[in-house]
């Protein structure tokens, strides 16, 4: 089992920028798929990016390729999401997940753990 705690959101302008940091208890981070998802209010949650267990591979989401960044780093048990050129429509609460089953998903059923989420607000 894992635990992830997310950190880093806040309020920006738009335009601005953010780095969101996922932190994951336990030895065997490097196992487990990451995924970013956001919920808008009122919204489902949906699926941002995600990076496979070595970091070898990203997917992101059509509505935030070439802006965000998901990156990794497996040996402080850490998963990262960059935001650049961020827009108001970006306004939500984030949740990093884990998922420790074999493959790549991006529906929020095939993830297994999930952090408490944070807020981020763009302003326009």
């Known amino acids: 089992q894992v635990q992830l705690v997310e950190s880093g959101g806040g309020l920006v302008q738009a335009g601005g920028s953010l780095r969101l940091s996922c932190a994951a208890s336990?030895?065997?981070?490097?196992?487990?798929?990451m995924g970013w998802f956001r919920q808008a209010p009122g919204k489902e949650r949906v699926f941002v990016a995600y990076?496979?267990?070595?970091?070898?591979?990203?997917y992101y989401a059509d509505s935030v390729k070439g802006r965000f960044t998901i990156s990794r780093d497996n040996a402080k048990n850490t998963v990262y999401l960059r935001m650049n050129s961020l827009k108001p429509e970006d306004t939500a609460n984030y949740y990093c997940?884990?998922?420790?089953?074999?493959?790549?998903?991006?529906?929020?059923?095939?993830?297994?753990?999930w952090g408490q989420g944070t807020q981020v607000t763009v302003s326009s």
């Open positions: 336990g030895r065997t981070f490097s196992s487990y798929l």
């Open positions: 997940a884990a998922r420790e089953r074999p493959g790549v998903e991006v529906i929020t059923s095939a993830y297994d753990y």
């Open positions: 990076i496979t267990r070595s970091g070898a591979t990203t």
